[in-house]
């Protein structure tokens, strides 16, 4: 909430559009004087209480917005955890310690501003701009609110925000500041460098058999095979019921015989037309003279039919057909509004209408071609006719199925071949079954699932080798499945992974000789002897590190210049390390473009002022409200699988 208040420093209802009314409104927010009777507080402000059913609404409410960014394709276990709820409930708190506050210092929310953010809630107005106060009222109805209940939440969401916006619009952050911090970021170092790879050592690593059982001793987790199971599984889906149904040809061609529309192509009709436009609002002798005209058309047309095109061309007010004879080409009939498309589908081709009236004006029509309704024969949508009807009968037949299921794999739980004879089912089975799932199947297969797998490798499913509960993985698709085989988790021989063991050592050694190596040089270096092996001179700088890791652009600027050349060394990692040479340096931030980019962090950096600041005015209130949290009471996290 905090970080959209720093971004948001114009008019207070813009701040509640963007964040209090999409956040707080609309994925269902109750009144605060609504959970207050229910108990089992999460925490308290103060004496107020914030309920474990607030809690929950909001935990939720944070879960589907991150379905929403991933396009709904999410396991609640990779955002349901434990910081998450924390930080669900550090946010509940934040908002209630402000809502006290506002009230105490009697922050007034007048009314003008309470209509005026809610005419800016967003999909509450119709296509001519009016306020939809039908559609307003349907949104709280569907979050169990009333207007009352809604705009005395919104009041208080207002004052809450009225006390933060004083300390984010005096955040400021002072012009020699931001260009001296530009300056140091543009800053030029001309550099030079000696990298000292562990690869260059590897030959002289000769590792004794002792470092490599320490080595594995030492790394045991690196070389443990994970607990696994080969699995046996089998799944009732609509579609598997689907493809068990028989349909006789006779409901076929009856369901066909029914619905010959549904797979027919509608009549289409071809006609040109002249048009005498009325402008909307027309006065009633603006509306006699375009019927005047179009009854000339009319006459000209009835004596000279095959001149049609060339009236047309000359005389119609339909910008997209005139210069085409008026053609319109072929259409349906509810393409076209209702008058004109009545008319040319009473007409016989080649036959002109009378004047038509529309919306636009005055038409003259000619019927020019008619494409007679198709219909495909029964053989060539059978296909689509019985997989449709298969698809409905498996679904009335699926709740008496899934019953059967989830009774026969509990009281038969010693085997699936009694569910999978009864139903019709394949066992299917499947090898290498870790409590993460298949690591070559898709995110959505069945023995990807998180509940399936936590049944599956419960003690009393793995050690009595029984079947689990008829677990839901998807929409109408349930699945049960069994241990066959139980593979606890287990070390690797070292005999199985020297080889392994062998190259790590290697490579832990020789990138020690290579910082040992690098060490030696920089000292060489300072102490003002020759150093060889030195690359050609870089142009480096904060912003542009033309390919400096990390690590050594660091090293780099937090070296002393005050005596040039300077000389520093950085610790690469695996890629060893490295010594760098500065031999000149220039100071930047002076050309135009320096002074934009200055100007662009004074505001960057008035923003970090303004969350300081804010985030310290939030803990001084929340100190004086006293905030007791109970996080023992948060429930339980699901686990990533």
């Known amino acids: 909430m905090l970080d959209s208040i720093r971004n948001q420093k114009r008019l207070l209802f813009a701040i509640l559009l963007f964040l209090i009314v999409p956040s707080f409104v609309f994925f269902g927010v109750q009144g605060y004087d609504r959970f207050l009777s229910e108990g089992d507080a999460v925490a308290t402000v103060g004496k107020d209480e914030i309920s474990r059913a607030e809690f929950d609404n909001a935990l939720r409410r944070q879960i589907d917005r991150f379905r929403q960014m991933l396009g709904g394709q999410v396991d609640p276990a990779l955002v349901d955890t434990l910081s998450m709820r924390k930080e669900v409930l550090d946010q509940l708190i934040t908002q209630r310690v402000l809502a006290q506050t506002a009230a105490e210092r009697d922050i007034v929310v007048p009314d003008a501003l309470l209509a005026q953010s809610i005419a800016q809630i967003p999909g509450l107005r ?22 009352a209940m809604f705009e005395q939440q919104l009041r208080r969401d207002i004052a809450a925000q009225a006390l933060t916006q004083a300390v984010t619009e005096s955040a400021l952050a002072p012009a020699a500041v931001a260009q001296r911090v530009a300056s140091i970021g ?7 460098e000696l990298r000292l790879r562990p690869q260059d050592f590897a030959a002289k690593v000769q590792p004794t058999e002792q470092q490599l059982k320490e080595f594995y001793e030492q790394n045991a987790a690196r070389y443990q095979i994970p607990e696994s199971a080969k699995v046996e599984y089998v799944v009732l889906s609509a579609d598997a019921l689907a493809a068990q149904q028989a349909v006789p040809v006779a409901e076929l061609q009856a369901y066909y015989e029914q619905n010959k529309a549904r797979f027919g192509t509608p009549e289409e009709r071809r006609a040109s037309h002249i048009m005498v436009k009325t402008e909307p609002g027309a006065s009633e002798d603006q509306k006699k003279a375009a019927r005047a005209k179009a009854e000339q058309l009319l006459a000209q047309v009835r004596a000279k039919p095959e001149d049609f095109a060339a009236i047309a061309k000359a005389s119609s007010d339909d910008p997209g057909s005139a210069a085409q004879g008026g053609d319109l080409g072929f259409f349906r009939q509810d393409s076209m509004v209702k008058p004109f498309a009545d008319a040319a589908f009473a007409l016989k081709e080649g036959q002109v209408s009378d004047l038509v009236q529309s919306e636009f004006g005055w038409h003259v029509i000619r019927l020019t071609g ?27 037949r699926f709740a008496e199925a899934a019953d059967t299921f989830s009774n026969t794999v ?39 699932n998180r509940k399936l797998l936590e049944a599956l490798f419960a003690d009393e499913i793995v050690k009595g080798q029984r079947n689990t509960a008829a677990i839901e993985v998807a929409p109408s698709t349930l699945v049960a499945a069994r241990v066959v085989e139980h593979r606890p988790a287990a070390r690797r021989p070292f005999e199985a992974v020297e080889k392994d063991v062998r190259a790590a050592v290697i490579q832990r050694e020789a990138r020690r000789l290579a910082v040992a190596e690098g060490e030696a040089r920089l000292k060489a270096a300072r102490a003002g002897q020759g150093v060889e092996g030195f690359g050609g001179a870089r142009a480096v700088s904060r912003v542009a590190p033309q390919e400096l890791p990390a690590p050594g652009l660091e090293a780099v600027f937090r070296a002393d210049v005050s005596k040039l050349p300077a000389f520093v060394g950085a610790d690469l990692g695996a890629e060893g390390y490295a010594v760098y040479a500065i031999d000149s340096v220039r100071e930047g931030g002076q050309e135009a473009a320096s002074k934009e980019r200055a100007a662009q962090l004074a505001q960057r950096l008035a923003q970090a002022t303004a969350q300081a600041e804010v985030a310290a005015l939030v803990d001084t209130l929340k100190a004086q409200a006293k905030v007791v949290r109970h996080d023992e009471r948060l429930g339980k996290a699901a686990e990533p699988r």
């Open 370 to 396: 008619i494409k007679p309704t198709s219909v495909k024969p029964f053989d060539e949508v059978r296909p689509e006719i019985e997989q449709q009807a298969r698809r409905e009968a498996a679904s009335r």
């Open 126 to 147: 119709r296509e001519d701009g009016s306020f939809d106060i039908e559609r307003y009222r349907q949104a709280l109805a569907q979050q169990g609110m009333n207007e």
């Open 410 to 448: 509990e009281d038969q739980s010693d085997s699936l071949k009694p569910v999978a004879d009864k139903l019709k089912l394949q066992i299917q089975s499947a090898d290498g079954v870790t409590r993460q799932g298949v690591e070559a199947s898709p995110p959505g297969a069945p023995l990807n």
């Open 186 to 192: 543009e800053q030029v170092r001309q550099v030079r």
